[in-house]
């Protein structure tokens, strides 16, 4: 479960990053760098915090190619999204979920302290976009009043909360990156938000 849960965040990430490239109006490579970025900025800035080199995706040319295919999925069926913000959305929600528990466990794995573990799935989920969003001359979502890293946050404290009760790690893993999607979606639909500052 872990690991398909990975290969769908990626494929999630990399068309998210696409998709946003092609609304930018960038040509073929330039879609190709923001869609890999996307996918793979998290993990990289992750792996190189707790000393796991090469990185992830070095080692593992599965993701590369996964990598690949979503760019190719989506340029091919970009005319079937008819609304290319909802298409995004929705693969950016489902990056979120999965690169949030990716960093959870990454951060168990090398036995770090759960607030550790928190940060580092919230960077892993978010870092990719603050790349995609600062490349394609956007400010980051993350840095918006649009509710994102703290639904990070909130699904790490919720993982941990969850393992005490001694689930089996696939149950762990499928609710709380349902959780996370979940939250994401219903914070859009209601317009929940953080206040942002005022300059006055």
């Not at 707790?50 to 990185?55: H, S």
């Not at 946050?153 to 709380?176: C, M, P, S, W």
Request: aromatic residues 12%; proline residues 2%.
């Amino acid at each position: 479960m872990f690991h398909l849960l990975d290969i769908i965040g990626t494929m999630a990430f990399a068309m998210s990053g696409a998709l946003t490239a092609m609304h930018k109006r960038l040509d073929p490579f330039g879609v190709f760098i923001i869609a890999f970025v996307t996918a793979v900025g998290g993990g990289t800035l992750r792996d190189v915090l707790i000393g796991r080199t090469p990185v992830g995706w070095m080692m593992n040319l599965q993701y590369v190619y996964v990598i690949i295919l979503g760019f190719f999925l989506a340029i091919i069926f970009r005319k079937k999204f008819d609304k290319l913000r909802t298409s995004l959305f929705l693969f950016d929600t489902i990056g979120l979920g999965v690169f949030t528990l990716i960093g959870l466990e990454k951060g168990i794995t090398t036995g770090l302290h759960p607030v550790i573990c928190v940060a580092l799935g919230t960077m892993t989920a978010c870092f990719g976009g603050v790349i995609r969003d600062i490349l394609c001359n956007e400010i980051p979502t993350v840095f918006r009043k649009e509710i994102y890293a703290t639904i990070c946050i909130f699904g790490g404290i919720v993982f941990f909360g969850l393992r005490k009760l001694n689930l089996e790690d696939d149950v762990l893993y499928l609710v709380t990156s349902v959780v996370i999607i979940s939250i994401r979606l219903l914070a859009v639909k209601y317009k929940w938000y953080l206040r942002a500052f005022e300059h006055k």
